[in-house]
């Protein structure tokens, strides 16, 4: 790859926002990785890059990493105490220590269990026959369809909301608040942050709302469930709870499956573990390709801490470069192949420690289900011109996915 700066003068979240890392981040990762795997931010903030470094906060999380102190966001982490969308995300379970994040974990695992997910995979197939019956009759006119838009986010938006039980007519506007939601964080600029913080009100305003809907009306789903008597969940900590559910669930997944896709449209030596295993394929696109490159999370050194290439000071906050280490060559032979039938147990796609996501068991389903159906359906898909890169910092995922249905001349049809 082509030289680097030097890492005295390099800002990786800014580096992170260049267009040609939207697209492909993973070489200017790599080169960090090797060159600057402690690096620190003209802000301060230190972001780890090896594997091991990175696997060691997450196992260490809760204790050595712990989240900003409620009692003292003025000095950890005062944009939650000056802005809406940061002070949502600051009270969530995301960010959170124990025992309270053990309490409030309880909480969602009792209720986000892998039998309500099996339960769930009958309405996943039947969401993703639809919605691969809505795009087949033009891609097979001869059509270009986004499947980003028109496939990978209505699919995980429906899942995730049969799961929490989000309206039908409400599904579509929810889901378009959380991309200016999640655009806030430290440094961004004022005038994103001033929008997040309006949006974040909005979706707050509709989860208190749905919250009493369904206390008057209960269905078979996670809010209601959540919602009612509970000893172990505060009023207060409810909607917060359902905020982080919805933007961290839908987004990543959709991811996800594009990802997925991306990886049956770059190698299609490899599509015949959609037939073999499912599992295994989807795992690997999650390992080279993972939908959140950095954690968005604050987490504090509460001591210094010796990595192998250098040191976080006490205080300091610590961020993670799940893209770097899930291509660590230390841990993953051949790190930068993609490869269904390697051990994928060490990939940190997922995070770890307390702060492994509930969600990891949904998201793997989907992607299952969704990439054979949508091969054995449509199976001489191609690009129809590059995918374009959402601008989400701590993500790598599309924003637009354009594909047509070639013949087996390689011509459109």
């Not at 009792?110 to 309405?123: K, S």
């Not at 987004?251 to 770059?266: F, Q, W, Y």
Request: a negative charge.
């Amino acid at each position: 790859m082509t030289a680097q700066p030097f890492a005295a003068q390099l800002d990786v979240m800014a580096r992170l926002q260049e267009p040609d890392n939207r697209k492909d981040p993973f070489p200017f990762l790599a080169w960090l990785r090797e060159h600057d795997p402690v690096h620190q931010t003209p802000r301060g903030t230190y972001v780890l890059s090896r594997h091991a470094d990175v696997a060691q906060v997450l196992q260490e999380s809760g204790t050595v990493f712990l989240s900003p102190d409620r009692a003292k966001l003025a000095t950890q982490f005062p944009e939650a105490l000056q802005h809406r969308s940061m002070a949502v995300f600051a009270s969530s379970i995301a960010v959170s220590n124990p025992p309270e994040h053990t309490r409030l974990r309880k909480v969602v695992s009792r209720e986000f269990t892998a039998r309500r997910v099996v339960g769930l995979r009958p309405r996943i197939t039947e969401i993703c026959d639809r919605l691969i019956g809505e795009i087949a009759e033009p891609l097979l006119d001869g059509e270009e369809v986004d499947l980003q838009r028109r496939f990978a986010e209505p699919l995980a938006i429906g899942t995730l909301s049969v799961l929490l039980g989000v309206p039908d007519e409400d599904r579509v506007w929810l889901a378009s608040l959380v991309e200016g939601v999640l655009s806030a964080f430290p440094g961004a600029p004022a005038d994103v942050i001033a929008r997040a913080d309006w949006l974040t009100a909005e979706m707050e305003e509709y989860l208190v709302s749905l919250i009493e809907r369904r206390r008057n009306a209960p269905e078979d789903d996670l809010i209601t469930a959540l919602a009612g008597p509970n000893e172990d969940l505060a009023e207060h900590e409810l909607v917060p709870m359902l905020w982080a559910l919805w933007c961290a669930g839908f987004k990543t997944s959709a991811a996800g499956i594009s990802n997925g896709v991306l990886a049956v449209l770059e190698h299609p030596d490899q599509v015949h573990w959609l037939e073999r295993d499912a599992s295994a394929f989807a795992n690997e696109v999650l390992r080279l390709n993972p939908p959140t490159i950095l954690t968005p999370f604050v987490r504090i050194a509460t001591r210094d801490v010796e990595f192998g290439g250098g040191t976080v000071t006490a205080g300091s906050d610590v961020r993670l470069l799940i893209g770097a280490a899930n291509r660590d060559p230390e841990v993953f032979d051949d790190p930068e192949r993609f490869d269904p039938s390697r051990d994928t147990k060490a990939s940190l796609a997922f995070a770890g420690g307390i702060h492994f996501c509930v969600g990891a068991g949904l998201a793997r389903a989907e992607m299952e289900i969704a990439l054979p159906r949508l091969r054995a359906q449509l199976p001489s898909l191609g690009y129809a011109s590059e995918p374009t890169w959402s601008p989400a910092v701590f993500h790598h995922m599309v924003k637009t996915l354009p594909v047509v249905h070639r013949r087996t001349d390689g011509r459109k049809r």
